[in-house]
């Protein structure tokens, strides 16, 4: 059974595979209004979302299937009272595909290892494929290609957004540079850099973790950034965490230091005066609205490919 769990498991050509089909889907809506008809998406969340949701019942909405709103906090998957063995067999009986917004990635592989039906990660405390899938569907319809660009990511890179970028940046050939604080708590695991770096080698790219803001913006053609408080983090942080952070800030003078055109990205929900100011974020750079936008055609993308990778449509 095919699943995305993390991006380190998929290949070049899968990455573009989905980001075409994306820009497919986004193009001509109408050629796939009936293509998941009477098929029936499970949405677990154990985490809260706008995005995430919004997006995957709409887009199966879209194509003619239909999805089903599952929280963990007022079920047995959530007190404990049933494994999570039991509890996605007994799912695998009911629906076609499920996706998971969970707090610990184990979880998740745990999922997957009793699951007949596709699995996708909608964001685990490790990993978020899905949302940079739909960065490079982002960076591919404004830039024309995504081989040869560099990106640049600023602020708390022990984050699933920035293993994710680690995992597929290189692979398809985008050069990588990381710009945040030293230590353990605020650089990308050992893990996600070791294949970054490998797969960096391999395609010939640069890439760099570097704890200078400006060394690590130079010549980005996108400057990518995300929250300073994630989800799990309190929120009596937040003022040490600032304080960390504000040197990685991206602001209009930083953004200057970047290539010519330079794309801002942000996969939201973002606080101005924060990782970013309002002006960049607001500003003429800014795409971050396409991105959330194609958030909802990748993962109609995700849905189609896995589903006719497992059999159970055509086409």
Known sequence: MRHLLTLEDWTPGQIAEAVAAARAIKANPEKYADALRRKTLCMIFEKPSLRTRLSFEAGMNQMGGHAIYYDTSTSPFGSGKESIADTVRTMCRYVDIIMARLFKHDDLLEMARHATVPIINALTNFSHPGQILADLQTIEEHKGRLAGLKLAYLGDSFNNVTHSLLFACPKMGMHLSIGCPAGADYEPAPSAFAAARADAAKNGVRFEVTHAASAAVRGAD??????????????????????????????????????????????????????????????????????????????????????????????
């Open 222 to 315: 996108v400057v990518y950034t995300d929250s300073w408080m994630s989800y799990h983090i309190p929120k009596d942080k937040a003022g040490a965490r600032t304080k960390i952070f504000g040197p990685y800030q991206v602001t209009g003078e930083l953004m200057k230091q970047a290539a010519p055109g330079a794309l801002f990205l942000n996969c939201l929900p973002a606080m101005r005066g924060m990782e970013q100011t309002a002006e960049v974020i607001d500003g003429p750079q800014s795409v971050v609205f396409d991105q959330a936008e194609n958030r909802m055609h990748m993962h109609k993308a995700l849905m189609l490919i896995l589903l006719r990778s497992a059999g159970t449509i055509q086409g």
